[in-house]
Every structure is written in structure tokens, then in C-alpha cells.
């Protein structure tokens, strides 16, 4: 056990874990934020996704250790009040369905868009295919990212 | 909304009368077979009669409506409240829905399966609300001083017509209430309908889209640890011994030890992990050494079970369904077909893994999780703890997928089990790999079919023979000479009209590996084998697959859907290198028509180019949510037809996580165009019949492109 402090959404966390516990059980069991979802644990499944300085990555097999000083983005760190564009978006397209896996879907997606503010088919299915969703959402969810980067270019002009 | 938060009926009329002046009615079942009957739930309570689902409206003109299903991403919690809005003619942002707790004897049935949340409950939910709606017309009459036929109600109010005067629902609900609900009421004309068949965005969805809907795993309880469960792997056989040492030195870890719960009529063994978070425990769990007695019972790798299977089909079925000759008939025919079809076993894989919470107590116990049957829980838990029923309380989280798979007791019963030994509240999680290699599993199918046609192409003769696990044979005291009561499901109803000569035959087949519903049930197997093998009597017959089913297809309702199909699939003008393939199938009251459009791509390969689907389910709520289940349907079947496959080596499942179970992605997807069938029909299922019909017209199509017919799934597209 050793004491980390976690920068996660612009709060400090300390909590005494295991260095080798995966990111993912200390968001959720430590710090008691739920949002980021375990699906595989093998980083197969993309659910468990946060950003880390702004990139993507697969919170189950990320030791906490390595996310020390680091900005940790989860989803409750895109918005609360459904204010971001790639969350507007997945409204406007209704993408849900079971819903389990979108806060992993929405992380890849705000990630993909912020780096390529118009992708095109091939760079959507680029950065969504590590992302498994059961209940078929997929048609929606590229859509709904079409429509995000439409409203983005919009509240830009 | 308030999505968080379980109540029971008691609880809820307390609420309800804190804020003073609520109009509550709800209506329950007097009989089996008589029409449902609306009653105040003060009359009710009065009565001791148990209402099966109320709706409230308090004092600020805010309806609250009780859901006895659950929500696991078909779309009940928004259905739902559109259907009493509709009727209650309030706008839909007025109503509030909370999830029932299990309670078999206040609900009836609460299982959400067979796709039915819908279809066994809208007559009544619409009349339920045109009660009330007529109530505080009633009261709003006399408080204005008018005749109740001079008014009439709108977005929450009553209005006088001649006068334009109005009053809010809220300051009619305490008048209300002194009124008894009207014994008859009339619905709404489908074609006045202004909130009902609208595309409205699901009420669920910003929850979903921030992190706030609370799954199972994510439902804490002050104090709860966490338990993974190391379980046989054959599983029925049971712990010889154990050696916990490495496990009890994992910090965090805080008991290790042996379980046993009831799965159907065997006994699964396991040994329990329990630590302070979740990590801790799946570390112990690596960390034991479990030597398991697996004697007594068969090891069958999936070779055995599939020749086991075909061995089968060569004795005497249980006799399903005859009609005619059969024999007769195809021993005159002048052409004969026959072919065998091939199905997986397949794990459920919901996104999110099993788990539940329990806090079992000397006298009560209470359970949180993504839970399909919260009834069937109840009733299960109180023989096991042996608690009366009302000191079981079983409380829905929203469920990360179901599918079937969480209708099961057995992990309510492994945290139950668990809480009791350790006096505590826990939370049972299951590892994706414990998901995928327990089960219970969809069970594998082999279907044998014979045709015969008469000289001019006529069918004549159809048999098909079913071997598998029968799920309904695993149940204690089960009748094993039953025939499995779904032999036929998925096939068309004319069709049996049709063919003057048929039989179907089931063979069960025993083997320890728990079976269960998997989305459409026995449809989403038998839909491949009957569709497949009706492409093929076409094409013997040399006939257009689509217009030779038309052809079977007497009644209007599904020429219709056969002709939408057609039109909009535009099959007849389809071009020479591109393969169209046709399904339909029926199940839980639904029809669902698809067509498949296949190509080969540069490198000669097969690729999936459209998929056109017509969903005729009768009447319907929302067509938005109609068409996510279709499209979703769709891709689970492509993932069984042409993905992934549960194997078993030794008695025990070879495919344990994504890696080597992978399931379809984004870069899988073919375009999907649903179109929704609008007739004066009942309500049919929505959630499952989507599926079956995918596979076959998918396997048609590649037979039209290629002159390959595939017969066993899944298969892989590249290898075509």
C-alpha cells in the first residue's frame, strides 16, 4: 500500500491503495466516481476509458502508479449538465440504449473530435473500434459524432 | 425523474399524502380473464387488494407512475410514461416514473422477458389513465360549476369549452379524490394520439450520457465489501479443497471461503473472496488453489455434444406438432430436399458484468442489482434464507444489458449466501472472464429438415427435427418427456396453414452446461433453420425465394409486410453482382420481414452492404425506440451469425473474455434501414424479434451472390 494523490476533473485525491491496482478500481472504489464503467479488464472493451493528459486510455489496465501527477479526465469531467457537444450530440441522436458502455464511447469520441474536428468514416471507425457495445448502438454512434463535429464547427463561428 | 430510489406501494401512499392532496388509483386483476379494474389506493389498502401498477398526481400537478419492469435498454422507462401521458393528457415532462421493488403478490408477474412490458400491459396503463383523466374532469366540472360533458382536458388541465375557463390538474386533485373512478372509459382513436407513436427522446438518456445512471455496480451501501467468487468451471461438480493462503495474504482481503447455490435443479460450487474493494478481491481469487471433485457426471468437449445431437435425431422424437402425413406425403414426392443446420452455444455478454448486492439480516434480507426478475428473486430467496416474502425486499438498479441472462437467481442467491456468512452487506462482482465461462448459455441446436414438392413446385411435405438442451428439462421435478415447448418458434403461423403435410419433433439432449433464454429465446436458432431451409425449397422449387414465401403467406397482414419488404428493399430491381437474401420470422406477437444485401469486395471477398428490416408489432409506443431494438437486434445476431462461439473442451468453456470471444464493432456494420409497420393490430413484442431473421437472410444472400449455402454458424465472411 502507498499513498497516491490522483489529479481527476481538476480535484486532488489522495488515497492509499496497492501501486499496482488498476486506475479504473481506484476511480470507482477510492475516489466513488462510477461513471467509468469495468467491462474486461484486458482493455478490450474500451467501458473503462478516461483521458490521461487529454488522450485515451484504458483505465483496467493502467497501474494508479502511472497516473500520479497526471490530468485524469473521466466522464463526469466532460460535464455534469450535458453541456458538451459529443453529450448534446448522443442526446440529439438518442445513441442509448442499456447505456453501460457510452461513458467509455463519449470519452473516445470528445478525444477523437478535439484532434480531428471533422473525421471522416475511416478515422471514426479508427478511433471507435476498441469500443464494444452489446446493445448495437454503433450506427447511432457514428452519426451522433457527425452531428457533434457539425455543432462544434457551428459554436465556433 | 428519480431513478435511484425502489419503493413499495406502502411507502409510496405515505409519500403520496405527505404532500397533502394527491389523487393515487391504480388497477388491479379480479380474476384470470376478466378485464382489469381501477380502484383508489385507499380503497385498495381499505380492501386489502394488492394493485399491480398506480399512478399518482399530487398537488403541483406532478404524475408519479410506479414501473414493475425493468430497464435494461429496451425502453420501458420512457414507453412507459408516454403511454400515461398520452391518455392522463398531460405533457410528458410532468411524469415522473420510479422503479417497483419484487413483489410478486402486489405485481404478478415482474419479469421483463418476452419482450412484454409492453404488450401485456398498454390496455390497461391507458385505462388506467383515462380514469384518472376523467376524474379530474368530473372535479373540475363541479368546481366551475359546469356540466362534466361541457369539459374536457389538456396539458394538465381541465377546461370549460364554451367558457375557455381552466383549472390546473393540481388544484383538482384533492376533489378528485373523494370520487370513485369511473367504470367505464374511452380510449383514444389511434389517429388522435399526440404523444404516443411520437419519435420523443427516451427520458433515460441524459443520465447515460454523464455518468449518473446508476448500473448494479455502481449501488454502494455504507460498510458493503466486495466478493469475487472462484466457481467450478464444469459447473455442478463441488470443492474437494481448498488452499487460501496466497489469497488471505492479498491486503484487503477479508474471508475466503466455500459456497453453494442452486442453479436449475444442480448445485454450483465456489469459493468466495471477500475484500474491502473490488481489486483486492479479484487478486484473491487468482491467488487460490481450488482442487474440485468433478466425478459423477459427463466432461463433453462440443464435438461430444454435437454427435451426441446427431446421434439423437436418429431415434424418436417427442412428437411437437403434426399435421397430415408427413411420411406419406414425402415418400410421393416428386422432389426431395433435406438439409441439417447447426447453431452455437452462446454467452450472453452483457456489457455490464454480472453482480448484486446483498444485506441479509437475522429477520430480512434486501437486494440492489441489474435484476430482470425481481419476483422470481423474491420467492427464490425467501425458500433459501427461509424468510417470509415480505422480508425479502428486491430492489432494481438499471441493468447494463440483460438479455435474458439476468432473469437468473443464481447470483442474487451467491450474494445473499455470501452477506449472510459474513453478517454483512456485499457486493457480488463476476469477472468478464467468470461471465463468459459460467453461463448459463444459449443452448446449441441441430435441426434436421426434409421437404418434399409435387411436380409443379408445390411443398407437400415438411419435417424438421430439433436436438438440444431443453431449458425447461433443467428445472427440479421438470416432466422429461415433455416436448420442448417452443420447437416452433420463429416459424411463421400461415405457414402451418399452408403445408397440408408437416411434423416437428424434439429431441432433448441432457449434459450438465445450464442453458437459458438468450434474446428471442429459441427463435434466434430455430429462425436460422426454418428460414434457411425454406430458401432452399424455393430455390429446388425454382422460385424467387421472396415471392415463394409470399406464395405460403395467405393472410393480409403479412402480405403487407411482404410487400414493404420488397418495395423497399427494391429486391426485384436488384442488380446481377449484388446477393439478395429474404427472412421473416414471428415471435412474442411481432413479425419481422428482413432483406440482406451482399457484395464481393476488390480482393473477391463477401461484404454486408444494407440490411433492410419491416417490423410489423401491431400497436406501439415510440417508433424511435422501435427501431433502436431492431437495429440492435440486428447487430447481436451478425455477432452470432459470423463472430463469435461458446466451445467447451473437457466440460468446461474455451472462450473466457473478448480476446478470444470477440464481438462485433463499429467497423462491423452494415447500413440498417428499419421501417415500422402501422395497422390496427395488438401490441407484439419489440426487444427480441428483431433478431432471428437476420442470420438466415444473411446466409440467403451469400447463397444468391455465390451459389454457397452455409448451414453451421457462425461462419467466418472472409472465409466465404
Given amino acids: 500500500m502507498a499513498s497516491h494523490t490522483l489529479t481527476i476533473n481538476s480535484k486532488n485525491y489522495t488515497i492509499d491503495v496497492d501501486p499496482k491496482m488498476p486506475l479504473l478500481w481506484a476511480i470507482r472504489d477510492f475516489v466513488g466516481l462510477t461513471g467509468t464503467k469495468y467491462g474486461c479488464g484486458i482493455a478490450q472493451c474500451g467501458a473503462c476509458t478516461v483521458h490521461l493528459n487529454g488522450t485515451p486510455v484504458r483505465s483496467c489496465s493502467l497501474p494508479v502508479s502511472a497516473a500520479v501527477s497526471k490530468e485524469i479526465t473521466t466522464i463526469e469531467g466532460i460535464s455534469t449538465d450535458n453541456s458538451h457537444p459529443v453529450q448534446q450530440a448522443w442526446i440529439a441522436e438518442q445513441v442509448p440504449q442499456c447505456g453501460y458502455c457510452q461513458s467509455g464511447q463519449i470519452m473516445a469520441a470528445s478525444a477523437l473530435l478535439k484532434k480531428n474536428a471533422t473525421p471522416t468514416d475511416k478515422d471514426i471507425d479508427?478511433?471507435?473500434?476498441?469500443?464494444?457495445?452489446?446493445?448495437?448502438?454503433?450506427?447511432?454512434?457514428?452519426?451522433?459524432?457527425?452531428?457533434?463535429?457539425?455543432?462544434?464547427?457551428s459554436a465556433k463561428k | 425523474m428519480n431513478l435511484d430510489k425502489n419503493i413499495s406501494r406502502r411507502n409510496f401512499i405515505k409519500i403520496s399524502s405527505l404532500s397533502s392532496a394527491v389523487l393515487a388509483i391504480g388497477y388491479y386483476m379480479p380474476a384470470a380473464g376478466k378485464e382489469p379494474e381501477v380502484l383508489k389506493t385507499e380503497t385498495a389498502e381499505n380492501l386489502g387488494i394488492n394493485l399491480n401498477a398506480w399512478i399518482s398526481i399530487d398537488s403541483n400537478g406532478k404524475v408519479t407512475i410506479v414501473n414493475h419492469r425493468a430497464e435494461m435498454g429496451q425502453g420501458s422507462f420512457q414507453s412507459v410514461p408516454q403511454i400515461i401521458a398520452e391518455e392522463l393528457e398531460v405533457n410528458l415532462d410532468n411524469v415522473n416514473i420510479v422503479f417497483a421493488t419484487g413483489d410478486q403478490s402486489k405485481y404478478g408477474s415482474q419479469i421483463t422477458g418476452g419482450s412484454s412490458t409492453i404488450r401485456g400491459s398498454y390496455k390497461r396503463l391507458l385505462k388506467l389513465s383515462a380514469s384518472a383523466r376523467e376524474m379530474l374532469i368530473e372535479a373540475g366540472a363541479k368546481k366551475l360549476g359546469v356540466k362534466q360533458s361541457e369539459c374536457y382536458a389538456e396539458d394538465g388541465h381541465v377546461?370549460?369549452?364554451?367558457?375557455?375557463?381552466?383549472?390546473?390538474?393540481?388544484?383538482?386533485?384533492?376533489?378528485?379524490?373523494?370520487?370513485?373512478p369511473p367504470k367505464n372509459v374511452a380510449l383514444k382513436n389511434p389517429g388522435n394520439y399526440k404523444i404516443i407513436r411520437k419519435p420523443l427522446p427516451r427520458q433515460d438518456t441524459p443520465l447515460k450520457v454523464n455518468g449518473s445512471a446508476i448500473f448494479g455496480l455502481d449501488k454502494k451501501l455504507p460498510g458493503m465489501l466486495y466478493a469475487v467468487v472462484e466457481r467450478n468451471p464444469n459447473f455442478i461438480g463441488k470443492v474437494k479443497s481448498f488452499d487460501d493462503s496466497?489469497?488471505?495474504?492479498?491486503?484487503?482481503?477479508?474471508?475466503?471461503?466455500?459456497?453453494?447455490?442452486?442453479?436449475?435443479?444442480s448445485k454450483r460450487e465456489g469459493v468466495a473472496v471477500v475484500a474491502?474493494?473490488?481489486?483486492?478481491?479479484?487478486?484473491?481469487k487468482k491467488a487460490l488453489k481450488v482442487e474440485w471433485d468433478n466425478t459423477g457426471f459427463e466432461h463433453h468437449s462440443t464435438d461430444q455434444l454435437y454427435a451426441k445431437m446427431n446421434e439423437s435425431l436418429k431415434g424418436e422424437p417427442i412428437s411437437f406438432k403434426t399435421q397430415g402425413n408427413f411420411s406419406s406425403a414425402y415418400s410421393k414426392a416428386s422432389k426431395k430436399i433435406d438439409a441439417v443446420y447447426e447453431t452455437p452455444y452462446e454467452s450472453h455478454s452483457c456489457m455490464e458484468p454480472l453482480n448484486c448486492i446483498a444485506d441479509v439480516k437475522e429477520t430480512s434480507c434486501e437486494i440492489w442489482g441489474?435484476?430482470?426478475?425481481?419476483?422470481?428473486?423474491?420467492?427464490?430467496?425467501?425458500?433459501?434464507?427461509?424468510?417470509?416474502?415480505?422480508?425479502?425486499?428486491?430492489?432494481?438498479t438499471f441493468l447494463g444489458g440483460g438479455f435474458g441472462r439476468k432473469a437468473f437467481t443464481d447470483y442474487p442467491q451467491e450474494a445473499a449466501v455470501i452477506s449472510k456468512e459474513i453478517k454483512g452487506p456485499v457486493q457480488v462482482v463476476w469477472t468478464r472472464e467468470d461471465d463468459t465461462t459460467i453461463g448459463p448459455f444459449r443452448p446449441g441446436m441441430v435441426y434436421q429438415c426434409k421437404a418434399g414438392l409435387s411436380g409443379e413446385g408445390r411443398l407437400e411435405a415438411f419435417e424438421t427435427k430439433m436436438a438440444g438442451q431443453n431449458m425447461d428439462h433443467q428445472n427440479p421435478h421438470a416432466d422429461k418427456s415433455s416436448f420442448n415447448s417452443s420447437v416452433t418458434e420463429g416459424f411463421l403461423e400461415p405457414y402451418m396453414e399452408s403445408i397440408t403435410n408437416y411434423s416437428f419433433g424434439d429431441y432433448p439432449l441432457e449434459s450438465p452446461i445450464p442453458v437459458m433464454w438468450w434474446r428471442s429465446v429459441y427463435s434466434s436458432t430455430n429462425g436460422f433453420a426454418f428460414e434457411s431451409f425454406m430458401d432452399e425449397i424455393a430455390n429446388a422449387a425454382g422460385k424467387d425465394p421472396l415471392d415463394f414465401r409470399r406464395s405460403l403467406l395467405w393472410n393480409s397482414r403479412y402480405q403487407d409486410l411482404i410487400t414493404k419488404l420488397e418495395e423497399v428493399?427494391?429486391?426485384?430491381?436488384?442488380?446481377?453482382?449484388e446477393g439478395y437474401g429474404v427472412a421473416i420470422t414471428e415471435c412474442f406477437s411481432s413479425i419481422v420481414g428482413e432483406v440482406v444485401k451482399v457484395s464481393k469486395k476488390a480482393d473477391g471477398k463477401v461484404k454486408i452492404d444494407k440490411v433492410w428490416a419491416v417490423m410489423d408489432c401491431g400497436w406501439y409506443v415510440n417508433p424511435d425506440i422501435v427501431r433502436a431494438q431492431v437495429e440492435g437486434s440486428i447487430i447481436m445476431a451478425l455477432g452470432a451469425a459470423t463472430k463469435h462461439a461458446t466451445h467447451f473442451e473437457d466440460g468446461k468453456a474455451v472462450e473466457k473474455n473478448f480476446d478470444r470471444y470477440p464481438m462485433t464493432r463499429i467497423t462491423d456494420i452494415p447500413e440498417i434501414e428499419v421501417h415500422v409497420m402501422d395497422n390496427e393490430e395488438k401490441a407484439g413484442g419489440v426487444g427480441e424479434p428483431?433478431?432471428?431473421?437476420?442470420?438466415?437472410?444473411?446466409?440467403?444472400?451469400?447463397?444468391?451472390?455465390?451459389?454457397?449455402?452455409?448451414r453451421k454458424l457462425p461462419f467466418k465472411l472472409e472465409e466465404v
Fill in chain 2, 370 to 396: 441489474p435484476i430482470q426478475g425481481p419476483d422470481w428473486i423474491q420467492r427464490d430467496l425467501s425458500e433459501k434464507l427461509k424468510l417470509p416474502m415480505d422480508k425479502v425486499i428486491v430492489n432494481m
Fill in chain 2, 690 to 710: 428483431g433478431l432471428p431473421p437476420f442470420s438466415p437472410a444473411l446466409t440467403n444472400a451469400i447463397f444468391d451472390l455465390t451459389g454457397k449455402r452455409i
Fill in chain 2, 276 to 284: 474491502d474493494n473490488t481489486w483486492a478481491a479479484m487478486q484473491g
Fill in chain 1, 126 to 153: 479508427a478511433a471507435m473500434q476498441g469500443h464494444i457495445c452489446r446493445c448495437g448502438t454503433y450506427p447511432r454512434i457514428r452519426k451522433a459524432i457527425k452531428t457533434a463535429s457539425v455543432m462544434m464547427a
Fill in chain 2, 159 to 180: 377546461i370549460h369549452k364554451s367558457s375557455g375557463k381552466k383549472l390546473a390538474y393540481g388544484e383538482l386533485v384533492a376533489e378528485a379524490s373523494k370520487l370513485d
Fill in chain 2, 246 to 265: 496466497a489469497a488471505k495474504a492479498v491486503p484487503g482481503v477479508k474471508h475466503v471461503f466455500k459456497i453453494q447455490v442452486d442453479v436449475f435443479s
Fill in chain 2, 569 to 577: 428493399s427494391g429486391w426485384k430491381s436488384r442488380k446481377k453482382n
